[in-house]
Protein backbone atom coordinates (compact mmCIF):
# COMPACT_ATOMS: atom_id res chain seq x y z
CA UNK A 1 0.00 0.00 0.00
CA UNK A 2 1.48 3.78 -0.80
CA UNK A 3 2.43 5.86 1.75
CA UNK A 4 -0.78 8.08 1.27
CA UNK A 5 -3.58 5.41 1.05
CA UNK A 6 -1.81 3.94 4.11
CA UNK A 7 -2.90 6.90 5.45
CA UNK A 8 -6.32 7.13 4.30
CA UNK A 9 -6.51 3.84 5.68
CA UNK A 10 -5.54 4.55 9.03
CA UNK A 11 -7.77 7.54 9.31
CA UNK A 12 -10.87 5.74 8.41
CA UNK A 13 -10.33 3.34 11.22
CA UNK A 14 -8.42 5.13 13.48
CA UNK A 15 -10.58 3.80 16.44
CA UNK A 16 -9.15 0.68 16.20
CA UNK A 17 -5.47 1.78 15.32
CA UNK A 18 -3.11 1.67 17.74
CA UNK A 19 -1.46 4.79 19.04
CA UNK A 20 1.75 3.49 17.36
CA UNK A 21 0.30 2.68 14.34
CA UNK A 22 -1.56 6.19 14.39
CA UNK A 23 1.91 7.99 15.00
CA UNK A 24 3.35 6.25 12.39
CA UNK A 25 1.24 7.55 9.96
CA UNK A 26 1.15 10.70 10.90
CA UNK A 27 4.64 10.97 10.36
CA UNK A 28 4.91 9.31 7.16
CA UNK A 29 1.95 11.84 6.32
CA UNK A 30 3.64 14.90 7.39
CA UNK A 31 6.69 13.49 5.32
CA UNK A 32 4.65 13.86 2.38
CA UNK A 33 2.95 17.10 3.32
CA UNK A 34 6.32 18.57 3.35
CA UNK A 35 7.32 17.36 -0.20
CA UNK A 36 4.53 18.04 -1.63
CA UNK A 37 4.30 21.71 -0.07
CA UNK A 38 7.80 22.23 -1.19
CA UNK A 39 6.90 21.67 -4.95
CA UNK A 40 3.93 24.19 -4.57
CA UNK A 41 6.21 27.19 -2.97
CA UNK A 42 8.98 26.11 -6.06
CA UNK A 43 6.63 27.45 -8.30
CA UNK A 44 4.37 24.38 -9.07
CA UNK A 45 1.46 25.82 -7.53
CA UNK A 46 -1.23 25.10 -9.99
CA UNK A 47 -4.92 24.24 -8.50
CA UNK A 48 -3.93 19.98 -8.88
CA UNK A 49 -1.28 20.83 -6.59
CA UNK A 50 -3.14 23.32 -4.26
CA UNK A 51 -5.70 20.51 -3.65
CA UNK A 52 -3.03 17.71 -3.35
CA UNK A 53 -1.42 19.51 -0.41
CA UNK A 54 -4.34 20.59 1.17
CA UNK A 55 -5.96 16.88 1.19
CA UNK A 56 -2.82 15.65 2.64
CA UNK A 57 -3.25 18.31 5.59
CA UNK A 58 -6.64 17.28 6.20
CA UNK A 59 -5.14 13.69 6.53
CA UNK A 60 -2.74 14.69 9.06
CA UNK A 61 -5.00 16.74 11.27
CA UNK A 62 -7.56 13.50 11.07
CA UNK A 63 -4.69 11.40 12.38
CA UNK A 64 -3.37 14.27 15.00
CA UNK A 65 -6.83 14.32 16.49
CA UNK A 66 -7.07 10.74 16.55
CA UNK A 67 -3.47 10.94 18.72
CA UNK A 68 -4.55 14.26 20.63
CA UNK A 69 -8.47 11.69 21.41
CA UNK A 70 -5.84 8.91 22.55
CA UNK A 71 -3.74 11.31 24.89
CA UNK A 72 -6.88 12.52 26.27
CA UNK A 73 -8.14 9.04 27.26
CA UNK A 74 -4.55 8.23 28.44
CA UNK A 75 -4.85 11.55 30.62
CA UNK A 76 -8.37 10.34 31.61
CA UNK A 77 -7.21 7.35 33.15
CA UNK A 78 -4.69 8.52 35.34
CA UNK A 79 -7.21 10.68 36.93
CA UNK A 80 -8.60 8.97 40.17
CA UNK A 81 -6.28 5.99 39.37
CA UNK A 82 -8.17 5.17 35.95
CA UNK A 83 -11.47 5.46 37.50
CA UNK A 84 -10.73 2.59 40.12
CA UNK A 85 -10.63 3.06 43.93
CA UNK A 86 -12.82 5.92 45.67
CA UNK A 87 -16.09 5.70 47.57
CA UNK A 88 -18.66 3.11 46.28
CA UNK A 89 -21.96 2.32 48.34
CA UNK A 90 -23.24 -0.95 46.38
CA UNK A 91 -26.42 -0.65 48.04
CA UNK A 92 -27.28 3.19 46.69
CA UNK A 93 -26.29 2.30 43.13
CA UNK A 94 -28.36 -0.71 42.99
CA UNK A 95 -31.10 1.13 44.50
CA UNK A 96 -30.49 4.28 41.75
CA UNK A 97 -30.26 1.86 38.57
CA UNK A 98 -33.61 0.15 39.93
CA UNK A 99 -35.25 2.87 40.17
CA UNK A 100 -34.33 3.88 37.11
CA UNK A 101 -35.41 0.94 34.87
CA UNK A 102 -38.97 0.61 37.14
CA UNK A 103 -39.54 4.25 38.97
CA UNK A 104 -38.39 2.01 42.05
CA UNK A 105 -37.94 4.07 45.09
CA UNK A 106 -36.26 2.25 47.77
CA UNK A 107 -35.39 3.69 51.35
CA UNK A 108 -31.63 3.85 50.75
CA UNK A 109 -32.26 6.25 47.85
CA UNK A 110 -33.73 8.48 49.98
CA UNK A 111 -29.60 9.98 50.68
CA UNK A 112 -29.64 10.86 47.58
CA UNK A 113 -32.81 13.38 47.06
CA UNK A 114 -31.69 16.87 46.49
CA UNK A 115 -33.92 19.84 47.83
CA UNK A 116 -34.52 21.20 43.99
CA UNK A 117 -35.72 17.87 43.19
CA UNK A 118 -34.35 14.93 41.16
CA UNK A 119 -31.38 12.32 42.86
CA UNK A 120 -28.32 12.53 43.32
CA UNK A 121 -26.45 9.99 41.09
CA UNK A 122 -23.80 7.59 42.87
CA UNK A 123 -20.16 8.97 43.17
CA UNK A 124 -18.82 6.40 41.09
CA UNK A 125 -20.98 7.32 38.16
CA UNK A 126 -20.24 10.72 38.79
CA UNK A 127 -17.10 10.79 38.54
CA UNK A 128 -17.32 8.41 35.70
CA UNK A 129 -18.89 11.33 34.04
CA UNK A 130 -15.91 13.99 34.80
CA UNK A 131 -13.48 12.10 33.90
CA UNK A 132 -15.31 11.37 30.40
CA UNK A 133 -15.39 15.03 30.28
CA UNK A 134 -11.82 15.30 30.66
CA UNK A 135 -11.55 12.89 28.10
CA UNK A 136 -13.27 15.54 25.37
CA UNK A 137 -13.43 18.65 26.78
CA UNK A 138 -9.95 20.03 26.28
CA UNK A 139 -10.29 22.95 28.88
CA UNK A 140 -10.64 20.43 31.13
CA UNK A 141 -7.64 18.63 30.34
CA UNK A 142 -5.59 21.89 30.53
CA UNK A 143 -6.65 24.11 33.44
CA UNK A 144 -7.19 24.12 36.70
CA UNK A 145 -10.68 22.18 38.04
CA UNK A 146 -11.99 22.82 41.35
CA UNK A 147 -14.71 21.49 43.51
CA UNK A 148 -17.30 23.02 45.24
CA UNK A 149 -19.80 22.07 47.69
CA UNK A 150 -21.90 25.34 47.57
CA UNK A 151 -23.24 27.87 44.78
CA UNK A 152 -21.39 30.69 44.88
CA UNK A 153 -17.58 30.95 44.46
CA UNK A 154 -15.35 34.24 44.91
CA UNK A 155 -11.40 35.10 45.19
CA UNK A 156 -9.42 37.73 46.39
CA UNK A 157 -6.91 39.72 44.68
CA UNK A 158 -4.25 41.87 45.49
CA UNK A 159 -4.07 45.47 43.53
CA UNK A 160 -0.42 45.04 43.77
CA UNK A 161 -0.41 48.54 45.43
CA UNK A 162 2.61 47.66 47.86
CA UNK A 163 4.88 49.42 48.26
CA UNK A 164 8.67 49.43 49.40
CA UNK A 165 12.04 52.01 49.98
CA UNK A 166 15.90 51.50 51.14
CA UNK A 167 16.76 52.77 54.45
CA UNK A 168 19.89 53.13 56.39
CA UNK A 169 20.88 50.89 59.44
CA UNK A 170 19.25 53.79 62.21
CA UNK A 171 16.73 55.50 59.46
CA UNK A 172 13.47 55.94 60.46
CA UNK A 173 10.88 53.54 58.67
CA UNK A 174 8.03 54.94 57.53
CA UNK A 175 4.76 53.18 56.65
CA UNK A 176 4.96 52.26 52.91
CA UNK A 177 1.64 51.96 50.89
CA UNK A 178 -0.32 48.70 51.29
CA UNK A 179 -1.93 46.16 48.90
CA UNK A 180 -5.61 46.43 48.80
CA UNK A 181 -8.27 43.22 47.60
CA UNK A 182 -11.15 42.81 45.27
CA UNK A 183 -13.12 40.19 45.02
CA UNK A 184 -13.87 38.43 41.88
CA UNK A 185 -17.43 36.53 41.25
CA UNK A 186 -17.23 33.60 39.10
CA UNK A 187 -20.26 33.26 37.48
CA UNK A 188 -21.61 29.44 36.92
CA UNK A 189 -24.99 27.89 35.52
CA UNK A 190 -27.01 24.39 35.39
CA UNK A 191 -25.69 22.92 32.63
CA UNK A 192 -28.57 19.91 31.35
CA UNK A 193 -29.16 17.13 28.95
CA UNK A 194 -32.44 15.38 28.38
CA UNK A 195 -31.73 11.59 27.16
CA UNK A 196 -34.40 9.38 26.44
CA UNK A 197 -35.35 5.30 25.92
CA UNK A 198 -38.39 3.28 25.69
CA UNK A 199 -39.44 1.81 28.57
CA UNK A 200 -38.45 -2.18 26.95
CA UNK A 201 -34.81 -0.94 26.35
CA UNK A 202 -35.06 -0.20 30.14
CA UNK A 203 -36.65 -3.00 30.67
CA UNK A 204 -33.84 -5.39 28.72
CA UNK A 205 -31.64 -6.75 31.33
CA UNK A 206 -28.76 -6.98 28.55
CA UNK A 207 -28.91 -2.63 28.69
CA UNK A 208 -26.14 -1.23 31.80
CA UNK A 209 -28.32 1.63 32.02
CA UNK A 210 -25.40 3.45 33.98
CA UNK A 211 -23.23 3.05 30.96
CA UNK A 212 -25.48 4.23 28.46
CA UNK A 213 -26.53 7.58 30.36
CA UNK A 214 -23.09 8.62 30.54
CA UNK A 215 -22.01 8.06 27.47
CA UNK A 216 -25.63 10.12 26.74
CA UNK A 217 -24.94 12.64 29.02
CA UNK A 218 -20.79 13.30 28.80
CA UNK A 219 -20.82 14.10 25.06
CA UNK A 220 -23.79 17.18 25.31
CA UNK A 221 -22.19 18.34 28.62
CA UNK A 222 -18.59 18.47 26.49
CA UNK A 223 -20.44 20.38 23.62
CA UNK A 224 -21.69 22.85 26.10
CA UNK A 225 -18.53 23.13 27.92
CA UNK A 226 -16.19 23.57 25.67
CA UNK A 227 -18.51 27.00 24.08
CA UNK A 228 -18.97 28.37 27.39
CA UNK A 229 -15.43 28.21 28.47
CA UNK A 230 -14.05 29.76 25.66
CA UNK A 231 -16.79 32.53 24.70
CA UNK A 232 -19.44 31.93 27.26
CA UNK A 233 -21.30 35.66 28.52
CA UNK A 234 -21.05 34.78 31.96
CA UNK A 235 -24.64 34.96 31.80
CA UNK A 236 -26.25 31.47 33.42
CA UNK A 237 -22.91 30.28 32.38
CA UNK A 238 -19.12 30.35 32.93
CA UNK A 239 -17.30 33.67 31.50
CA UNK A 240 -15.32 32.59 28.65
CA UNK A 241 -11.23 32.98 28.74
CA UNK A 242 -11.75 34.93 24.89
CA UNK A 243 -13.84 37.62 27.00
CA UNK A 244 -11.24 38.99 29.07
CA UNK A 245 -9.08 39.77 26.02
CA UNK A 246 -8.16 43.31 25.68
CA UNK A 247 -11.14 44.70 23.99
CA UNK A 248 -13.29 41.65 25.02
CA UNK A 249 -16.55 42.34 27.08
CA UNK A 250 -15.03 41.62 30.52
CA UNK A 251 -11.27 43.27 30.09
CA UNK A 252 -11.79 45.29 33.02
CA UNK A 253 -13.13 42.18 35.21
CA UNK A 254 -10.19 40.78 36.70
CA UNK A 255 -8.03 42.92 38.82
CA UNK A 256 -4.72 42.58 37.46
CA UNK A 257 -6.40 43.57 34.13
CA UNK A 258 -6.85 42.12 30.73
CA UNK A 259 -5.21 39.62 28.73
CA UNK A 260 -2.63 41.18 26.45
CA UNK A 261 -2.41 40.48 22.67
CA UNK A 262 0.06 40.38 20.00
CA UNK A 263 -0.12 41.34 16.76
CA UNK A 264 0.34 38.85 13.80
CA UNK A 265 1.69 41.50 11.80
CA UNK A 266 -0.23 40.61 9.22
CA UNK A 267 -3.49 41.31 7.72
CA UNK A 268 -5.74 38.28 7.43
CA UNK A 269 -2.77 35.74 8.25
CA UNK A 270 -0.25 34.41 11.00
CA UNK A 271 3.52 34.46 10.39
CA UNK A 272 6.38 32.90 11.64
CA UNK A 273 7.52 35.92 13.31
CA UNK A 274 4.36 36.64 15.24
CA UNK A 275 4.63 33.02 16.59
CA UNK A 276 7.62 33.87 18.00
CA UNK A 277 6.76 37.11 19.15
CA UNK A 278 3.75 35.84 21.27
CA UNK A 279 6.04 32.60 22.93
CA UNK A 280 8.66 35.62 23.81
CA UNK A 281 6.03 38.32 24.71
CA UNK A 282 4.96 36.06 27.61
CA UNK A 283 7.57 35.90 30.70
CA UNK A 284 9.76 33.52 30.97
CA UNK A 285 8.59 32.45 34.10
CA UNK A 286 5.28 31.19 32.92
CA UNK A 287 6.43 29.15 30.13
CA UNK A 288 7.37 26.17 31.95
CA UNK A 289 4.08 24.82 31.80
CA UNK A 290 2.49 26.85 28.54
CA UNK A 291 0.93 25.54 25.52
CA UNK A 292 -0.91 26.88 22.60
CA UNK A 293 -4.65 26.70 21.61
CA UNK A 294 -6.23 26.94 18.62
CA UNK A 295 -8.83 25.49 16.19
CA UNK A 296 -8.32 23.13 13.30
CA UNK A 297 -8.43 25.15 10.69
CA UNK A 298 -5.96 27.45 12.64
CA UNK A 299 -3.84 24.44 12.78
CA UNK A 300 -4.02 23.35 9.13
CA UNK A 301 -2.42 26.97 8.42
CA UNK A 302 0.27 27.11 10.82
CA UNK A 303 1.45 23.32 9.61
CA UNK A 304 2.96 25.60 6.64
CA UNK A 305 4.70 28.19 8.74
CA UNK A 306 8.39 28.04 8.69
CA UNK A 307 11.56 29.23 10.63
CA UNK A 308 14.61 31.28 8.65
CA UNK A 309 16.58 28.10 8.19
CA UNK A 310 13.54 26.14 6.59
CA UNK A 311 12.25 24.61 8.89
CA UNK A 312 8.89 23.99 9.72
CA UNK A 313 7.65 24.72 13.34
CA UNK A 314 5.12 22.83 13.92
CA UNK A 315 5.98 19.31 14.43
CA UNK A 316 3.93 16.04 14.79
CA UNK A 317 3.62 13.68 17.99
CA UNK A 318 6.26 11.62 18.83
CA UNK A 319 4.75 9.17 21.00
CA UNK A 320 1.46 8.13 22.54
CA UNK A 321 0.47 10.59 25.11
CA UNK A 322 2.24 13.77 23.92
CA UNK A 323 0.69 16.04 21.84
CA UNK A 324 2.02 17.84 18.43
CA UNK A 325 4.63 20.66 19.08
CA UNK A 326 4.60 24.18 17.40
CA UNK A 327 8.11 25.66 18.12
CA UNK A 328 8.62 23.22 20.71
CA UNK A 329 5.59 23.61 22.90
CA UNK A 330 2.41 21.67 22.82
CA UNK A 331 -0.44 22.57 20.99
CA UNK A 332 -4.01 21.57 21.79
CA UNK A 333 -6.90 22.06 19.56
CA UNK A 334 -9.32 23.83 20.80
CA UNK A 335 -12.98 23.56 18.45
CA UNK A 336 -14.53 26.76 19.90
CA UNK A 337 -11.41 29.17 18.98
CA UNK A 338 -12.19 31.93 16.39
CA UNK A 339 -10.32 31.06 12.46
CA UNK A 340 -7.69 33.16 11.19
CA UNK A 341 -9.69 36.67 10.15
CA UNK A 342 -9.18 40.17 10.41
CA UNK A 343 -9.45 41.51 13.81
CA UNK A 344 -10.17 38.06 15.48
CA UNK A 345 -7.50 36.00 18.02
CA UNK A 346 -7.32 32.40 17.07
CA UNK A 347 -4.26 31.48 18.42
CA UNK A 348 -3.65 32.20 22.76
CA UNK A 349 -0.62 31.02 24.41
CA UNK A 350 0.56 30.57 28.08
CA UNK A 351 0.12 28.20 30.75
CA UNK A 352 -3.58 27.36 30.94
CA UNK A 353 -3.07 25.68 34.00
CA UNK A 354 -2.83 28.89 36.15
CA UNK A 355 -4.70 31.14 34.16
CA UNK A 356 -8.10 29.57 33.72
CA UNK A 357 -10.32 28.01 36.63
CA UNK A 358 -13.53 25.35 36.34
CA UNK A 359 -15.82 24.95 38.82
CA UNK A 360 -17.82 21.52 39.59
CA UNK A 361 -20.83 22.00 42.01
CA UNK A 362 -20.43 18.37 43.50
CA UNK A 363 -23.10 16.25 42.30
CA UNK A 364 -24.77 15.02 39.33
CA UNK A 365 -28.21 14.92 39.27
CA UNK A 366 -31.11 12.85 37.46
CA UNK A 367 -34.51 13.31 37.46
CA UNK A 368 -36.64 10.08 35.94
CA UNK A 369 -39.53 11.55 33.90
CA UNK A 370 -41.82 9.14 32.06
CA UNK A 371 -44.58 11.53 31.66
CA UNK A 372 -43.77 13.94 29.68
CA UNK A 373 -43.38 12.36 26.32
CA UNK A 374 -44.96 8.85 25.96
CA UNK A 375 -44.03 5.95 25.81
CA UNK A 376 -40.15 7.20 26.11
CA UNK A 377 -38.83 7.91 29.34
CA UNK A 378 -36.47 11.16 29.91
CA UNK A 379 -33.75 11.44 32.06
CA UNK A 380 -33.39 14.87 33.21
CA UNK A 381 -29.71 15.18 34.08
CA UNK A 382 -27.45 18.14 35.46
CA UNK A 383 -24.84 19.54 36.60
CA UNK A 384 -23.51 23.24 37.80
CA UNK A 385 -20.46 24.59 36.09
CA UNK A 386 -18.86 27.55 36.48
CA UNK A 387 -15.33 29.13 35.27
CA UNK A 388 -13.44 32.22 34.86
CA UNK A 389 -9.61 33.96 34.71
CA UNK A 390 -7.69 33.10 37.33
CA UNK A 391 -4.24 35.13 35.80
CA UNK A 392 -3.97 37.39 33.04
CA UNK A 393 -0.36 37.59 33.58
CA UNK A 394 0.23 33.82 31.92
CA UNK A 395 -1.62 33.80 28.92
CA UNK A 396 -1.14 36.16 25.56
CA UNK A 397 -3.53 36.28 22.83
CA UNK A 398 -2.63 36.23 18.77
CA UNK A 399 -4.51 39.12 17.50
CA UNK A 400 -4.71 39.42 13.93
CA UNK A 401 -4.12 42.97 11.41
CA UNK A 402 -6.47 44.58 10.37
CA UNK A 403 -7.24 44.54 6.65
CA UNK A 404 -6.21 47.53 4.90
CA UNK A 405 -8.29 49.67 2.80
CA UNK A 406 -7.27 49.30 -1.18
Not at 34 to 51: A, C, F, P, Y
Amino acid sequence: MKPANLVRGLVSVHAEASPTELINALNTAFHEFKTEHKKQLDGMNDSLQKIKVERINEEISNLQSAIDTANEKIAGMQMNGGGAGGLKDPEYTDSFVAHFKKGDVQAALNKGVAEEGGYLAPIEWDRTITDRLVQISPMRSICSVQKLGKAGFSKLFTERGTTSGWVGETDSRPQTATSKFRKLEYTSGEIYANPAATQQMLDDAEIDLEAWLAREVDTEFALQEGVAFISGDGVNKPTGLLTYIVGGANAAKHPWGAIETIDSGAADAVTSDSILDLIYGLPGEYTGNARFTMNRTTMGQIRKLKDGQGNYLWQPSAQAGQPSLLSGYPVTEMAGMPDVAAGSTPIMFGDFLRGYLILDRTGVRVLRDPFTNKPYVHFYTTKRVGGGLLNPDVLKALKIGEATAP
